[in-house]
């Protein structure tokens, strides 16, 4: 588990500290998460069922008392007291312990599943907020970028050289971007509560995210044939070796038992008789044999663990193909990624080189300032989808992780 974090947090394009932050909080949210707690008491319930199977048949006990007293030679019978204790066959109980073990054994991948789960969840929401928190600032940026551009505006209006309209429309465009930048922030707040529940903290604890996350220069290498041991695939092995188990303590429960009991049987003396063994009591040791002669009982549980063991392959085929489909869909995401972001990068400079242009007119004296809405309106977008390309990379890289990382 420690595996993944360090391959999470060396993915990461930022500085040691933040790095460090990062993993901290992780750990926090694995130490406090109350669904892997979950997960873990149902792991340790299973366990203790060990001991709950590790036990004999009761041990039965009788008393009677002879209303009638029958009588015998040796006097008359008062009361009978006896016990007996059932045995079931060697190698019963093993299989037993064996068969819970083995249950306990997949149950314990629930909890590794839901780490991994949970690891994923807490870094995507990072990312996310990482994103949201970029592009505040990029439109922020924006917003004082137009309020640079108003007071040109303004500037060329009062000699004449731009319309009261220009400086409208750079005001509308503000009022937009400031809708957006609030709505943003609202954004932030949800995904923060979405954050800080996963560490299971109170929601209004503020979440500080990185300054900037770039997309390294080279990926690191997929493994691909890890995805087969994956703990969502192991699952579906824990689950077919329990089967197992269960028909090796299917074959034993149809095997017989042996009892072992014993009966005392109080005896009255006869009165005014003297001979031997006169009122001698009963010690009358036995053994019984229980034989399941009946037995459609186990033989229809055998049939049933074999079509549930098929049932158990067809499931992991189905989830196999499931996490193939969703790992080659990550990888080509992740590349999409990359390559948009080359694309942003190259149009965003190609739209300052405009912005300067614009500027350097302005200084001659000819500006268009509906050529500036439109610079300023493709260096946002190209700015956003920067930001968006970046989120996508290290999102589909957590997914990736999730899948391949042992």
Same mark, same amino acid.
């Given at each position: /588990?420690?595996?993944?974090?360090?391959?999470?947090?060396? #993915?990461?394009?930022?500085? !040691?500290?933040?790095?460090?932050?990062?993993?901290?909080?992780?750990?926090?949210?694995?130490?406090?998460?109350?669904?892997?707690?979950?997960?873990?008491?149902?792991?340790?319930?299973?366990?203790?069922? !060990?001991?709950?199977? $590790?036990?004999?048949?009761?041990?039965?006990?009788?008393?009677?008392?002879?209303?009638?007293?029958?009588?015998?030679?040796?006097?008359?019978?008062?009361?009978? !007291?006896?016990? &007996?204790? /059932?045995?079931?066959?060697?190698?019963? %109980?093993?299989?037993?312990?064996?068969? !819970?073990?083995?249950? *306990?054994?997949?149950?314990?991948?629930?909890?590794?599943?839901?780490?991994?789960?949970?690891?994923?969840?807490?870094?995507?929401?990072?990312?996310?907020?990482?994103?949201?928190?970029?592009?505040?600032?990029?439109?922020?940026?924006?917003?004082?970028?137009?309020?640079?551009?108003?007071?040109?505006?303004?500037?060329?209006?009062?000699?004449?050289?731009?319309?009261?309209?220009?400086?409208?429309? @750079?005001?509308?465009?503000?009022?937009? /971007?400031?809708? #957006? @930048? =609030?709505?943003?922030?609202?954004?932030?707040?949800?995904?923060?509560?979405?954050?800080?529940?996963?560490?299971?903290?109170?929601?209004?604890?503020?979440?500080?995210?990185?300054?900037?996350?770039? %997309?390294?220069?080279?990926?690191?290498?997929?493994?691909?044939?890890?995805?087969?041991?994956?703990?969502?695939?192991? &699952?579906? +092995?824990?689950?077919?070796?329990?089967?197992?188990?269960?028909?090796?303590?299917?074959? &034993?429960?149809?095997?017989?038992?042996?009892?072992?009991?014993?009966?005392? %049987?109080?005896? =009255?003396?006869?009165?005014?008789?003297?001979?031997?063994?006169?009122?001698? +009591?009963?010690?009358?040791?036995?053994?019984?044999?229980?034989?399941?002669?009946?037995? $459609?009982?186990?033989?229809?549980?055998?049939?049933? $663990?074999? @079509?549930?063991?098929?049932?158990?392959?067809?499931?992991?085929?189905?989830?196999?193909?499931?996490?193939?489909?969703?790992?080659?869909?990550?990888?080509?995401? &992740?590349?999409?990624?990359?390559?948009?972001? *080359?694309?942003?990068?190259?149009?965003?400079?190609?739209?300052?080189?405009?912005?300067?242009? #614009?500027?350097?007119?302005?200084?001659?004296?000819?500006?268009?300032?509906? +050529?500036?809405? +439109?610079?300023?309106?493709?260096?946002?977008?190209?700015?956003?989808?920067?930001?968006?390309?970046?989120?996508?990379?290290?999102?589909?890289?957590?997914?990736?992780?999730?899948?391949?990382?042992?």
């Amino acid at each position: /588990m420690k595996r993944i974090i360090y391959t999470l947090i060396g #993915l990461l394009a930022f500085s !040691v500290s933040n790095a460090q932050e990062l993993e901290t909080l992780i750990n926090e949210a694995l130490n406090n998460n109350p669904e892997i707690q979950k997960f873990e008491l149902q792991y340790s319930i299973a366990s203790e069922k !060990v001991n709950e199977v $590790n036990t004999l048949p009761n041990t039965e006990f009788g008393v009677g008392y002879f209303v009638s007293e029958p009588e015998t030679r040796t006097g008359a019978q008062r009361f009978k !007291v006896s016990a &007996k204790q /059932m045995l079931p066959w060697f190698g019963n %109980i093993t299989a037993r312990e064996n068969y !819970v073990s083995a249950l *306990a054994d997949a149950k314990y991948e629930d909890i590794v599943i839901a780490k991994r789960k949970l690891m994923a969840s807490v870094s995507q929401s990072y990312y996310n907020l990482y994103a949201n928190k970029a592009k505040q600032e990029v439109l922020s940026e924006n917003i004082k970028l137009l309020k640079t551009y108003e007071t040109l505006a303004l500037t060329s209006v009062e000699v004449g050289k731009a319309s009261a309209v220009d400086v409208l429309r @750079l005001q509308i465009r503000q009022n937009e /971007m400031q809708q #957006l @930048l =609030d709505v943003l922030v609202q954004q932030f707040l949800a995904e923060q509560t979405t954050f800080n529940k996963l560490l299971n903290r109170n929601k209004d604890v503020q979440v500080s995210v990185i300054n900037e996350l770039i %997309i390294p220069s080279e990926d690191f290498e997929i493994n691909s044939g890890n995805l087969s041991l994956h703990p969502e695939l192991l &699952k579906f +092995d824990k689950l077919y070796q329990s089967v197992e188990q269960s028909e090796l303590l299917n074959q &034993k429960e149809s095997s017989p038992m042996i009892g072992f009991g014993l009966d005392y %049987i109080n005896v =009255d003396e006869r009165p005014n008789m003297d001979f031997s063994d006169n009122g001698k +009591d009963i010690i009358m040791p036995m053994v019984s044999v229980s034989i399941p002669i009946f037995n $459609n009982k186990y033989k229809s549980q055998t049939k049933q $663990n074999e @079509l549930q063991q098929q049932e158990i392959l067809a499931q992991k085929q189905e989830r196999t193909n499931a996490l193939e489909i969703l790992l080659d869909k990550a990888v080509n995401d &992740k590349i999409s990624a990359r390559i948009s972001y *080359a694309t942003q990068t190259k149009n965003l400079k190609q739209a300052k080189d405009a912005e300067e242009i #614009l500027i350097k007119n302005y200084e001659t004296g000819t500006i268009d300032f509906n +050529d500036v809405l +439109d610079i300023q309106e493709l260096q946002l977008k190209f700015q956003m989808n920067q930001i968006e390309s970046v989120k996508t990379y290290y999102v589909q890289t957590t997914i990736i992780n999730y899948l391949t990382q042992q």
